[in-house]
Structure formats: C-alpha cells, structure tokens
C-alpha cells in the first residue's frame, strides 16, 4: 500500500457546485484513492510528502470536450503531445466529443461504428502525460440500428460525440437513434451554433428540444454562437448540460451566464475547450476559460472550479472530478503567478489571470512539477 499526504495546503477546493469548499489542510492518498481530508492528516514513514506551503488544491480538470484522433497526435492542427501538454495546464482528463479529424474517416453505419469502438478501446490503454482519455465519442450515421448501439455499448462506448457532426442530418432518425444510446446508458453530447467543419450543419433550439441531449455542447459557439433566444430556449426546455469552451466567441459568455442564474440553472453549467480545431491548441484553455467564466461571468472562482471538475463528472459518472474520500487522487497545486495582482489561486481566476501550478498528481503520482505552460507559481510544492 503507498501513501501519499499533503500538507500545509492553504485552501481545498472541492468541485462540488453547491458546496465549494473543503475544511481541512491535508490531503492523504493511499494507492491511487483520495483516503482522507482533514486538518493535520499524518502518513506511514515511507509515504512520499508534499508541502503545499499555503496554496490551493483544486480537483483534476475535465475537459469535456476534446476532439483527439488516435494516440497523442492532433491531424487537424499536425501537433504532436498535446495531451500530455495539457496535463501542465492542470487537466487530467479528457472526454472526446467525436474523433472527426480522423484522416479517411470511414462513413456509413459500419464504419462509425468500428471508429466508436476502436476509439474506446485505444484511449483504454492510452494515457499521454498520464491523461485519462474517454474516447470512442460516437458519430451518428444513417443505418445504425438499434443493435448496433447494444453492440457498442457493450464493446465499451460509453458516449455519442457531438450529435450534428458527422454530415447526418435526419433528424426524426436522430433522435429515435438517441433514444437507443440513452437506453444503453451512453452519455449524448449535441453540437449548438453555427456549422463548424464542413458537412455539419447550423443547430439551434428546435434541435436540441427535439432531441434532448444530455449535453449541449459549446452554447458559446464551436466556433459560432447561436442567438441568445435559442440559448434561453435550451436553458428553460431541455434539461441539458450547457457547455462554455475555450474556442468559442468570448463576449457572450457573461450573457449565457446571466440566462443560466435567471433560470436557476448555473449547477448546469460545465467548462471544456474544443480544441484541437481551426482555433487551435490550446493547453492552458480549461484555465483560460475558468478565468472568463469567473472574471467576466461574475462566478465565483470555485463554482467556475465546479463546473470544470465534479459538475462534469457526475453527467459522465465518473469516479472522480471531486476531492473526496473514495475517489480517484487527480489534484492540482496552483498559487497565483509571480508578479499577480492577485494573493493566492482563487483570486488570480476571479481577476482573469491564468494561476501558476507548481504540481499535478494522477493516481497518487506527481506527474507534473512547475508546469512547463504556466507563468511560475509564486509558491512552489516541495516533495519528498
Ligand atoms: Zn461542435
């Protein structure tokens, strides 16, 4: 059994929307499970130790939407590692929202299905950086039948990639498709806004009600936002996820959060950055859009936490995304930058800085020591 305790740690977020925060100044891991979270936690001699010297500890973020091929290599923008790069902006985990840039993509019901399947299967056994990837983001396509999506679901797809990709576009069949991966257990991601790569198509309201997504994907455009009316239709007729990423339009982000806390629908919000894509790749992108969530959305930095960790982990039920005992140990240390206005962590994130993270722990190992892509944390973590 090892263990892993850190110390001295200034302030716990917890990635729990309604209850932000955590009393406590250690955390203990023991094998690749948060243990316990408490004030003054002791370990076994041998445990490796980490000082945190009065810095802040968030959840691993999740980028929920990712669009990544096969292994750690990006074919729309030709970069290689940027899945381990990203783990230096504080990510841990990744879920696909379709792996369309596949070079060749095979079309037709077969070939999405045997995409899905290799793509779940791959990412399994595939962690760049130590990155947990959920691949296999299925793209719908004329002729899947019902038993294809059992076929799927028990080869190990756990999810459809955005709904509108894929040049597909008969939308009675989409969502009695839907129906079927909602029967299955798949998660289903939709894509919102202005057409994004060719064959996809401009996907509003009236889509999404029809087809009552789970999530819906980039409110704040993948790359073009749809109108405010048809984002206020979505908050108040669907029961969706609603998604800000990194690579959409960045002025009406206050706009969609104003319509979520009208409708009392800010525990709906989740963070991702839908990158790789024309807008490119972007490392630090959960941060960056952390810190527009809180700075320009007026939220406060640990709710904007929340909706990059536990809010979208429980959509996903994954065994992680908050700082509690029994679930997976991703964390990150971050301070604020040298140099910040800002004094700590929070604070950097509420005044639109990009944090400094000076450690990022998967599985109870530190597999990132002073990020390589953030400015230097002001307090660094010492190991040992
Ligand atoms: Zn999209």
Avoid at 74 to 97: E, N
Avoid at 137 to 158: I, Y
Wanted: charged share 15%; with cysteine.
């Amino acid at each position: 059994m090892k263990e892993m305790l850190i110390h001295s740690i200034g302030q716990i977020v917890s990635g729990d929307f309604a209850s932000p925060f955590i009393d406590g100044d250690s955390i203990l891991i023991r094998d690749n499970l948060i243990a316990e979270v408490g004030y003054g936690l002791s370990a076994d001699a041998d445990a490796t130790t980490i000082n945190a010297d009065g810095t802040t500890v968030i959840p691993g973020l999740i980028d929920s939407h990712v669009h990544p091929v096969i292994g750690d290599y990006s074919p729309r923008q030709r970069v290689v590692d940027f899945i381990a790069s990203c783990v230096h902006g504080g990510v841990t985990r990744m879920i696909s929202a379709g792996e369309v840039h596949m070079p060749g993509r095979p079309t037709g019901a077969i070939g999405t299905k045997a995409m899905a399947i290799v793509g779940a299967k791959a990412w399994g056994n595939c962690r760049p950086g130590g990155m947990k990837v959920q691949g296999g983001g299925l793209l719908l396509q004329a002729g899947l039948t019902e038993a294809d999506f059992e076929e799927m679901a028990t080869a190990g797809v756990k999810h459809l990639g955005e709904v509108g990709l894929g040049g597909y576009h008969d939308w009675n069949k989409i969502a009695e498709m839907v129906q079927w991966a909602k029967h299955c257990g798949m998660t289903v991601m939709m894509h919102i806004g202005g057409a994004s790569i060719p064959g996809s198509d401009a996907i509003g309201a009236e889509h999404a009600i029809k087809v009552q997504p789970h999530i819906a994907s980039h409110l704040n455009g993948g790359p073009t936002a749809p109108s405010l009316a048809d984002i206020e239709r979505i908050i108040a007729e669907t029961d969706a996820a609603l998604e800000i990423i990194q690579c959409g339009n960045a002025a009406i982000i206050p706009r969609i959060l104003d319509l979520a806390r009208q409708h009392a629908a800010l525990d709906r919000v989740i963070i991702g950055t839908d990158m790789p894509s024309g807008t490119g790749v972007i490392p630090l992108g959960m941060l960056r859009t952390i810190a527009w969530v809180s700075a320009l959305g007026d939220i406060p930095p640990e709710a904007a936490i929340a909706m990059a960790t536990g809010t979208t982990a429980a959509i996903y039920n994954l065994p992680a995304g908050r700082i509690a005992p029994g679930l997976q140990a991703a964390l990150v240390v971050m301070d604020a930058p040298i140099g910040s206005a800002a004094a700590d962590a929070l604070e950097t994130l509420r005044i639109g800085d990009t944090p400094g993270i000076s450690g990022v722990i998967i599985d109870g190992e530190v597999v990132v020591r002073k990020s390589i892509h953030t400015p230097p944390a002001r307090r660094q973590i010492e190991v040992s």
